[in-house]
């Protein structure tokens, strides 16, 4: 008797690959999430802090993995006494609309809202264009 026959083998099925533009869109939508939470801590009086990953060698040597504090860095500022926002895909900030680069705010209360109709903007697919412009410049600089 074969070891081969007393296992239940079947055919290989990959996972379909996501198309580059829906990766592209949920990598923005996570940051914007996230901004969302920097958003409400800040309305707290808190600082938003995520943990990642990484590899210290303790005293001995041994490699241990650890969890790092990351502070996120809010994409709103205040200016003139008015709040303003820009949009970043990585290190790049977005072009919104020709040549504009920021959004106008009324008030802190009013980021969470912003972001969320930013997240329904890229869902729809209305920020590929100025996502595919910052990859450009990206590849050009290089």
Do not use: F
């Not at 901004?35 to 938003?48: D, F």
């Not at 590899?55 to 001995?60: A, I, L, N, V």
């Amino acid at each position: 008797m074969s070891y081969l026959t007393k296992l239940n083998v079947v055919t290989l099925r990959r996972a379909e690959a996501i198309d580059p533009v829906a990766q592209r869109r949920n990598k923005l939508v996570l940051a914007l999430q996230e901004q969302i939470e920097a958003a409400r801590a800040q309305e707290q009086g808190k600082r938003h802090v995520t943990h990642r990953s990484a590899w210290t060698r303790d005293t001995e040597g041994n490699k241990k993995r650890v969890q790092k504090e990351r502070i996120v860095r809010a994409w709103w500022w205040e200016e003139n006494k008015e709040i303003m926002m820009c949009v970043r895909y990585g290190a790049r900030i977005l072009e919104l609309a020709a040549g504009k680069r920021a959004v106008k705010i009324g008030s802190y209360a009013q980021i969470a809202g912003t972001l969320n109709t930013l997240i329904s903007a890229t869902q729809a697919g209305e920020l590929d264009a100025a996502i595919a412009a910052a990859l450009k410049a990206r590849k050009t600089r290089a």
